[in-house]
């Protein structure tokens, strides 16, 4: 006898894009010192078939602060822009404000000390 067996069922699933324990142990640290002056209060952890995202929360029922995300091979085609495989990404609210294959190139984006822009 034959059966019916649904391909969608045998398929492979894409992995997930994820932070490997060196990046996470980087992004912790400056997330620990961060929350010691006060200046951030939460944070979430987004793994995808897309992306990884560390998410950065001022308040804890607020959007996020601050968005930095690992992107993976299908990022090409989304709609935050022209994002490279492989590459690193720091979104603030409104605008991209840094992107690197380094981690820590990006991460330089928190050494600057913040402006107060009035207008």
């Known amino acids: 006898m034959s059966a019916v067996v649904r391909l969608k069922d045998h398929r492979r699933k894409p992995p997930y894009v994820h932070f490997n324990r060196l990046e996470l142990n980087r992004l912790l ?4 010192m961060r929350v010691a002056r ?3 209060r ?3 952890i987004v793994h995808g078939a897309d992306a990884a995202s560390f998410m950065i929360f001022a308040r804890s029922n607020e959007h ?17 822009g022209s994002a490279r495989n492989g590459a690193y990404v720091v979104f603030d609210r409104q605008s991209r ?12 984006v ?6 107060l822009i009035m207008g």
């Open 42 to 44: 939460d944070y979430a």
């Open 64 to 80: 996020p602060q601050f968005v930095i995300s690992k992107l993976g091979p299908r990022s090409e085609s989304k709609s935050r």
């Open 29 to 32: 640290g400056l997330y620990s």
């Open 110 to 115: 928190f050494d600057r000390p913040l402006q």
């Open 97 to 108: 404000l840094k992107q690197s294959h380094s981690l820590d190139d990006v991460l330089r």
């Open 38 to 40: 006060g200046e951030w």
